[in-house]
């Protein structure tokens, strides 16, 4: 059978090529002579390139075509050898070029731990040159032998150079498969910019996947199937096999369809910026509530990726035509996912109606609590660290810190309030997501005072702050308090003059804190309200509060009573309220 492109071509002629599998080299040869007149007449023929897949002993292993500029075989990547090398060389042709052998063809080399890759050159219906790589001193690197004439080559010579790769990369191989590696990923991202692909790698990186590529489309289309244009696809999977990828992370949301297309054309694992997230939360998550965010997060994003062909598959039994035995086994899965997602929802709600009580116990005792809210990895785990004299998991890495914390926080004047640390936002933060976490955000809605806590050395910190801002709107935040909290402005020369709502601080080396303290002192003291109320002589206890708290108090002296009026702090209202 010929594989790859061969869409065009005639069908005696596709019966024609078949007979190139019984195809011969002897030991001492790396490429027979009628080979190479099978390469030389189908490449002039077709004007495309050809490429014939030979085992150690020299017999056909496979035939593709491919485009006139490159030649793409499917099965080559799963014919990677994990004990040595494949057992198997590549031979393929450029037309009308080059025998300079791709970065490409380097790539699938290496990837794919071939014997060796060649590439021949053929021009006016004739082979002129060829070149040979196999690999070399490390797993990672190719010896590369040529161009040489066509007709004076070291036939028997290559052979040897194989046999002695064979036996040093098999030690390579044995050390490198103990040690684990990261998945080699390839960012794919449409209509983002440097920022956005910046942040992607971080994420990546969180992930424990080694970014070793970036693809880019500037324009989007909504009608496409694929996520990328067909060009970009050609250009992916050219990429995929020059740097020995096995893993496509897109910045974007995709459906299904997306995901099966692209997969289908590039032939290694898709995952979006969404399962990217997820991934990391799962990973990061510590407590049960966390790991149960989690687990709902992920399956509210696969329920619809199961849907599959729609109505066709759902519950059979809806008319004539659709009556059948039982349900799909896409049905059953979806409905065991309903039904775990109904589980996992009413024990969340149960922890959250504990976290309630808690809060219940916080408001009666008057005790304030301050929240910071910030981009992931802004420093609000040190911050939290440094004000309460506590040692909480603090990383420079995405989302390091998934569920709340609350500790004590002791402030300039003696008053301790309760200061909480929350998970961080990120740009594209799913809905699924922030809406699993919700319970766990509750605590910035329900909180005195926000600080908004920002990286002020990235370059990039004003759009990192209106996606914070844009997430507390979304979460329903009003009319409570912020302070913008600028932090590590021990990375920058020029910082600013700390103002009402903003404050440039380091939590790293303390700079700026002792004014924090103040303005959250500041934010949250007491409003005095004007009151009048009448008191009778024998409530002392009374009067005492109000002249330990009241401001410009006025005391009108009755003949049963004392009328009194005065400005009173809100907070202490309750203190000489009658009980």
């Known amino acids: 059978m010929i594989n790859g492109n061969i869409e065009g071509i005639r069908q005696h002629i596709l019966e024609e090529m078949e007979q190139g599998h019984d195809l011969f080299c002897a030991r001492d040869e790396f490429i027979s002579q009628p080979i190479i007149e099978y390469l030389e007449k189908y ?15 020299g017999h056909v292993l496979d035939i593709s075509v491919g485009d006139n500029d490159h030649v793409r075989i499917p099965s080559l990547r799963i014919r990677r050898g994990y004990d040595s090398i494949s057992g198997a060389r590549c031979i393929h042709t450029h037309p009308n070029g080059s025998p300079v052998l791709s970065n490409v063809d380097i790539g699938t080399l290496l990837s794919c731990r071939l014997d060796a890759m060649a590439a021949v050159s053929v021009k006016n219906g004739k082979a002129s040159g060829i070149q040979v790589a196999y690999i070399g001193n490390k797993l990672d690197e190719a010896k590369i032998l040529g161009p040489f004439s066509i007709f004076r080559f070291p036939n028997e010579a290559l052979r040897y150079e194989i046999e002695e790769a064979t036996k040093r990369v098999y030690s390579l191989v044995r050390v490198s498969e103990t040690d684990s590696e990261k998945e080699r990923a390839i960012l794919v991202g449409v209509g983002a910019g440097e920022r956005e692909m910046k942040e992607l790698a971080l994420l990546a990186d969180t992930a424990e996947a080694e970014v070793v590529g970036i693809l880019t489309q500037s324009k989007i289309n909504s009608e496409s199937k694929t996520y990328i244009g067909k060009g970009k696809i050609k250009d992916l999977t050219l990429l995929i096999s020059s740097l020995n990828a096995d893993l496509i992370i897109c910045n974007d949301e995709l459906s299904a369809i997306e995901t099966r297309n692209l997969e289908e054309a590039t032939g290694i694992k898709i995952i979006d910026r969404t399962v990217l997230i997820l991934d990391i939360f799962a990973k990061h998550a510590t407590t049960r509530e966390g790991k149960l965010q989690v687990e709902l997060a992920q399956l509210k994003y696969n329920l619809p990726r199961l849907m599959g062909e729609g109505l066709a598959l759902s519950r ?11 349900e799909t086994k896409l049905e059953t899965d979806r409905r065991r996912i309903r039904r775990r997602i109904y589980e996992l929802q009413r024990e969340i709600d149960s922890l959250s109606s504990q976290r309630l009580l808690r809060r219940q116990n916080r408001i009666k005792n008057r005790v304030q609590e301050v ?9 609000k785990t040190s911050l939290l660290n440094i004000l309460t004299d506590e040692n909480q998991y603090a990383e420079d890495r995405l989302f390091a810190t998934l569920d709340p914390v609350t500790r004590k926080c002791l402030l ?45 050395a990235d370059p990039d910190y004003e759009q990192h702050q209106k996606v914070v801002l844009n997430v507390l709107t979304e979460l329903g935040v009003k009319d409570i308090p912020v302070i913008n909290v600028y932090n590590k402005t021990d990375l920058i020369e020029d910082i600013p003059l700390s103002d009402r709502n903003n404050v440039y601080i380091s939590a790293k080396d303390g700079t700026g804190l002792d004014i924090l303290l103040q303005k959250i002192e500041e934010a949250l003291s007491p409003k005095n309200v004007p009151i009048e109320l009448r008191l009778s002589y024998s409530d002392g206890a009374k009067l005492s509060r109000i002249n330990q708290y009241g401001e410009d108090v006025e005391i009108e002296y009755l003949e049963d009573s004392m009328l009194i009026k005065c400005s009173f702090p809100e907070d202490k209202l309750h203190l000489i309220e009658n009980r």
């Open 412 to 456: 300039p004047s003696g008053r301790t309030v309760l200061l909480t640390d929350t998970v961080g936002f990120v740009d594209k933060l799913p809905h699924d997501l922030v809406s699993a976490f919700k319970s766990t955000l509750e605590e910035v809605l329900n909180a005195d005072l926000i600080l908004t806590v920002t990286d002020f």
């Open 371 to 379: 929240a910071l809210a910030g981009y992931t990895n802004a420093g």
């Open 316 to 326: 059979l039994g809806g008319g004539i035509g659709t009556r059948g035995p039982g």
């Open 43 to 57: 490449t002039s023929l077709l004007n495309r390139e050809v490429s014939i897949f030979l085992s150690r002993n």
